[in-house]
């Protein structure tokens, strides 16, 4: 018999060492459901078991693991980067030190607007790699949502031409607008902005660069990419995103891919698991997540930061097609489908 993916992921991570649930996320690339839905099959089959906060594998499992030639996971992760495929290097370190004071003076993220901050070393990192790439030196750099303050990173470096922030959370708007009158920015401009709304047109053709972190709904997505794509100046400009595995599926990634390229946009990089979220631990289970409600059994809090995405670069290859937009969702639609386990309806 032919296990799914995940199945022999899960088999594989847990024939190295007992894991908890939080732990085993992080060593697969299906979708929450489907995780949710393999684990509670192989406790019910007697292939793991769970002791406290851990999941082991049993004898049954072993044997299954064995007879379909798996061995244990070996981490190959570099020790370094992290994954990330870049290190901190040059200015960078004093970016991520001069960062890490700002963004500690932070609104908390909240639900209302499916708020998640990534970590400061990620958010830095994203920096990095956009200067790796020719995307950030006298760019005129556009984003649509600022929760992880990508902008400021930005503004740190000093080599951006010019900085907008387009943001619908007026906490965030006076935030970084304050950050850029304390350091004297004069290239680094927010406006409250719901990206629901049509782009303003002194908005329109003005950009290099574009980065968001949107939402994982097909709607919402292309929405996002959409407002983006009619940001930019033309073929060779860039932009940049994060996509789960956890609450965009296979199937869900084919339709994003493809509306990516009916854009006239290339992908040109996707780097695993590039950016690690540091979500609330005791509140995503109190208050009650779906991945909460649809696991197996009560979960223990969360011992790590396992809610991660992919970091997706673009390439226009030619001037940015804007597809017409249908049915742009009025409230939590933008946020919520059947796949957003970790996002409140």
């Known amino acids: 018999m032919k296990l799914n993916r995940t199945r022999k992921q899960i088999l594989r991570a847990l024939m190295a060492k007992p894991s908890t649930f939080w732990e085993l996320i992080k060593e697969q690339d299906g979708h929450l459901a489907h995780f949710t839905q393999v684990m509670e099959e192989m406790l019910a089959l007697g292939l793991a078991r769970c002791e406290g906060s ?32 870049v290190t ?35 958010t830095v990192a994203r920096v990095a790699i956009m200067y790796q ?64 709304h049509p782009l303003p047109r002194e908005f329109q053709g003005r950009y290099d660069t574009f980065l968001i972190d949107p939402v994982e709904t097909l ?15 033309g073929k060779g400009s860039a932009g940049y995103f994060g996509l789960t595995h956890l609450e965009a599926s296979r199937d869900k990634w084919y339709f994003i891919q493809k509306l990516i390229l009916d854009m006239n946009f290339v992908i040109t990089d996707i780097i695993h698991n590039f950016q690690e979220y540091e979500l609330e631990r005791e509140g995503f289970v109190s208050k009650n997540y779906p991945l ?18 992919n970091f997706f670069r ?22 919520f489908d059947d796949e957003a386990y970790a996002t409140l309806p």
């Not at 003076?105 to 639900?111: K, S």
């Not at 708020?115 to 990620?122: A, F, R």
Request: glycine share 8%; with cysteine.
């Open 54 to 85: 851990y999941i082991y594998l049993t004898g049954k499992g072993k044997k299954e693991a064995r007879d379909q030639g798996l061995s244990p996971l070996q981490p190959l992760t570099c020790p370094t980067c992290g994954g990330k495929t």
């Open 88 to 122: 901190l290097q040059g200015i960078f370190p004093r970016v991520l030190k001069e960062f890490e004071e700002i963004a500690r003076q932070r609104p908390p993220a909240i639900v209302e607007f499916d708020q998640g901050y990534v970590d400061t070393m990620s």
């Open 133 to 196: 790439r020719g995307d950030l030196e006298n760019q005129d750099i556009l984003l649509i949502g600022d929760d992880d303050l990508t902008s400021i990173a930005i503004a740190l470096t000093g080599m951006a031409r010019h900085i907008t922030v387009l943001e619908v959370d007026d906490r965030l708007v006076e935030f970084i607008d304050l950050q850029a009158r304390k350091k004297g920015w004069t290239n680094l401009s927010v406006y409250r902005y719901d990206v629901r």
């Open 219 to 233: 709607p919402g997505i292309r929405l996002f990419l959409s407002r983006c794509a009619m940001s930019l100046r």
């Open 292 to 309: 909460v409600q649809r696991a197996f059994g009560p979960l223990p809090v969360p011992d790590t930061n396992w809610y991660t995405s």
């Open 314 to 335: 673009l390439e226009a290859v030619a001037k940015p097609r804007v597809p017409e937009q249908e049915n742009i969702p009025a409230g939590r639609e933008l946020y």
